[in-house]
């Protein structure tokens, strides 16, 4: 191989490099692309849907605010005595909710309200219901990107 | 030209190419323009941002004209203090963005703390370094209570009161109580004669005084909700941003400036936190800075969270004008969150670069010194750091400083 071949090769390498090391930090920095930003879900054992929407939906970053959530069993009937528990974080930071959000209110028709969210940074939050009513324990996880 | 001189000066040439190019990725992009993404960050900071000043239900004369003027009286006035000699002024100091240059805070004795800036800290939730007090009104009470701050007490603040503005006390909130018989020095915090006799004088007497204190606070913190962030070079460029706009004259970056500006929302991660037109998320954070041999262990944010809901002025309290409900900091305080331990409170970086020393104690002496603080991200002294190890180089480092002058309004003068 010519001395230009060389020198191709090694210029490659650093070219891909490069592209790697921006790509790890891409990576790190944005919420994965094809993160699942559904606001309605059924939990993980399928014992419920759940469907989340903040109360004010122009909430701003930073701010104390409310969310509802709707349970419904599979089959889709509201779930009047559901105990729910709110957790969550930045699983790219590694910390949780900078609050502790509680259900605050039944209001009928499987509505709960959740009480004292706050979003401090931008980037992607997993907002966390653990559901226990009726037919069983089960949770479900929301994506959110702000 | 023999073969291998121009075989090394080829390698140089595309060796430098290659850099160059990599310089350019690295920083985020390949040209002068910014991505869809790094414009909404951009103008996310913008002091246009700002959203309107929040509402302090917990203290009925917050936006009262005549209390902010009362405020600002009790603000600079040296007798709401022990030896008659320290005002809230002496440490926030009007003409240095009420701060004082200095690493702890000095009142009639020397404080553990760095003397934070006020302005706009009546958008930010929580108060003081640790967070330990829920409203502007009630940090305000701690310093003048404080044996190293005003070193007073509430019965001679009451006195005061009552003797030397008690007119304009009375036109805000009512009469004044009865202090006829009351001694003149006796307080909860004081020493231990001033609590004995503190503890001599009625629960009902005792309420009254406590309520003059409050409005004492009430009054000063709706002086402080007037001191504001002023606008910088920064702002200018960022709504030519928002606008669609190419920044001209002094909005426009320098190439330092703007490869700072990259760093700051992107590679840096700085944004993560310093977020929004204050630069900062309002939240607690441990970043790895170091405690000061000198001072007593300091936990932050972990120890401040019980004295807020403990304060017997927070929004909760008999003094606070606001029903439960408004109360949602307190209501929804995570009190257990284990990243707390020696978290402290994002600090605006708006005209952060003209008023060293840095952090919460004042250990770091100058804005470099900051950046090598983030690059090198060192153990935390307890709890887990939230940094990441960053390789920046000189001129990297350069630009991240000159970008903060930008949010300096003395480095802004307006054209």
Known sequence: ??????????????????AAAVGYMMFVMAPPSDLDLARSKKTAKGLYAVEIAPENPAFERNMLHGWIATVKTADGVAVEDAQITVDGGMPQHGHGLPTAPQVTAALGDGRYRIEGVRFNMSGWWEFKLHVSAAAGEDDVTFNLSL | MSRSTSASSMVRRALSGVVFAALLVLAGCSGDEFTDAE????????????PPLPADPSNRVADDRLAAAFGATLF???????HGDVSCSTCHQIDRQFQDDRPLGRGVGLTDRRTMPLAGVAWSPWQFWDGRKDSLWAQAL??????????GNRTAYAHF????????????????????????NAGPLGNAEERAVWESISEAKRAEIDTVFANIGKSIAAFERSIRHEETRFDRFAKAIAAGETPQGDAALDESERLGLRLFIGRANCVTCHAGPRFSDEHFHNTGVPQPPELPEDSGRAAGIPKALADPFNCLSRHSDAKPEQCGE???VAKDDHA?????KTPSLRGAVSRPPYMHSGQIAT??????????????????????PLTLSEPEKQALVAFLKMLDPRTSPVN
């Open chain 2, 76 to 82: 600079f006035e040296p007798r709401l203090s022990g």
């Open chain 2, 367 to 388: 804005i470099e010194d900051v950046i090598d603080h983030y690059a090198a991200a060192p153990r935390p002294p307890k709890g887990e750091s939230e940094l990441k």
């Open chain 2, 39 to 50: 414009r909404a960050t951009i103008a996310s900071l913008s002091l246009d941002q700002l």
């Open chain 2, 340 to 344: 707390m331990l020696r978290a402290f």
């Open chain 1, 1 to 18: 191989m010519g001395l230009k071949g060389k020198i191709g090769i090694a210029l490659g390498a650093v070219v891909i490099a490069v």
């Open chain 2, 142 to 151: 701690g310093p003048l209570e404080d044996a190293r701050e005003h070193g």
């Open chain 2, 161 to 184: 009161i009552t003797t030397s503005l008690k007119d304009r006390y009375e036109r805000i909130f009512g009469p004044l109580p009865d202090l006829s018989g009351i001694p003149q």
């Open chain 2, 330 to 332: 307190l209501r929804f």
